[in-house]
């Protein structure tokens, strides 16, 4: 009982620093003062966020602020769902990894090879260098198209085959090749789209039954869904979008059928229990997705001397080298793995160690 109570003050502190003791927002505030979460959202019109925090390799806590909608007194909960926008990609990226695991696919083989609904068009890019899962899941492919905008609610929306080839109702470009793979560092979302096509003509399934299937149902992750909309029972704890002033955006939210991209909606509760299986897997003490190998592939840089491509230098701010799905920062004790996500309404950050069981993960509408 003792032991009991003293965690539960240990958290409740932890927690009480998040609230009151942020690192002050600007040089008008006082040197030392702190900054608390509600003055922080409302300085960035935030309506909702939501927190879990990882420790000792246990949810430690997590816990909602504020509203599911501007003007609403609905509360954000633990269990509120949100975009995870780009933070959807190291999920592919863990699928992906599943199934090299049971050698129906390779990391290092031509996509080409295993595609069928559609190819990756070869040019002069790709004569001698090929498109493969690796470079797809580290943004190396040299492919195009770096993200999506999504859809509004009442918009047509496109089919995965229209995205590849940006055909109308599609609003992005087609995606295809135009550096030769291997040979820098470009952020791509276009890449998972050829991702999650490989992996439908792999398995015959779905996309969202193959990812709930590989790793959702594995750790219990049981408040994350790809179904676009959302069901009427899903939609009624979702948070709603909203822009940068504090206004709504049309429709409540975007959809998006770019769905191994940035189409997952979850909570950071579910975000945190993927991350302790992935820490557990690298240490050796679970297998429920992936294996210790497995997962250090997952964990080891893919960029070696690779430059940032120009067009991207937005993100080469945030990149200090890239994993397949995660970005990696650090060495040795303060390794980390990490993603920004953002979509249309929605902003949220994942980031936890690679060698200790701690970590955190932040979403926003």
């Not at 002069?124 to 859809?151: I, N, P, W």
């Not at 049981?222 to 429709?251: C, M, N, T, Y």
């Amino acid at each position: 009982i003792v032991s009991c109570s003293t965690k539960i003050q240990r958290a409740d502190e932890r927690i009480r620093r998040v609230e009151n003791g942020l690192i002050p927002l600007d040089q008008n505030r006082q040197p030392g003062q702190p900054a608390t979460l509600a003055d922080r959202m409302q300085f960035y019109k935030v309506p909702g966020v939501s927190v879990a925090i990882v420790n000792r390799g246990e949810i430690q806590w997590a816990r909602g602020y504020g509203v599911l909608e501007a003007g609403s007194t609905k509360p954000v909960t633990a269990e509120t769902l949100f975009q995870a926008c780009s933070i959807t990609k190291p999920v592919t990226a863990v699928a992906v990894l599943a199934l090299v695991q049971r050698k129906e696919l390779d990391l290092d083989e031509d996509v080409n090879k295993k595609l069928t609904t559609w190819k990756v068009p070869e040019n002069q890019f790709t004569k001698e260098e090929k498109v493969t899962l690796r470079r797809l899941l580290s943004h190396t492919a040299g492919v195009t198209v770096s993200g999506f905008r999504g859809y509004a609610t009442d918009e047509p929306v496109p089919t995965l085959l229209q995205i590849l080839e940006g055909v109308k109702p599609a609003n992005s470009q087609p995606i295809r090749v135009d550096i030769a793979p291997g040979s820098q560092w470009r952020y791509s979302g276009g890449g998972f789209m050829i991702t999650q096509q490989l992996l439908m003509d792999v398995t015959g399934e779905q996309f969202p039954e193959l990812i709930r299937r590989l790793v959702l149902q594995k750790v219990g992750m049981k408040d994350s869904f790809f179904e676009e909309p959302l069901l009427k029972k899903q939609l009624v704890r979702a948070a709603r979008g909203h822009g940068e002033s504090g206004e709504k955006i049309k429709g409540d939210r975007h959809i998006y059928p770019e769905m191994a991209a940035g189409g997952l909606w979850t909570t950071p509760t579910d975000l945190a229990r993927l991350v302790i299986e992935l820490q557990r897997s690298k240490a050796g003490k679970s297998e429920k997705i992936l294996s210790a190998q497995s997962t250090n592939e997952m964990f080891s840089g893919q960029m070696k001397d690779f430059p940032v491509a120009t067009v991207s230098q937005r993100y080469a701010r945030q990149i200090t080298n890239q994993g397949i799905g995660f970005r990696l920062e650090g060495n040795g004790a303060s390794a980390r793995f990490s993603h920004h996500g953002g979509n249309e309404g929605y902003r949220c950050f994942i980031v936890a160690y690679v060698n200790s069981a701690e970590g955190a993960i932040v979403m926003t509408n």
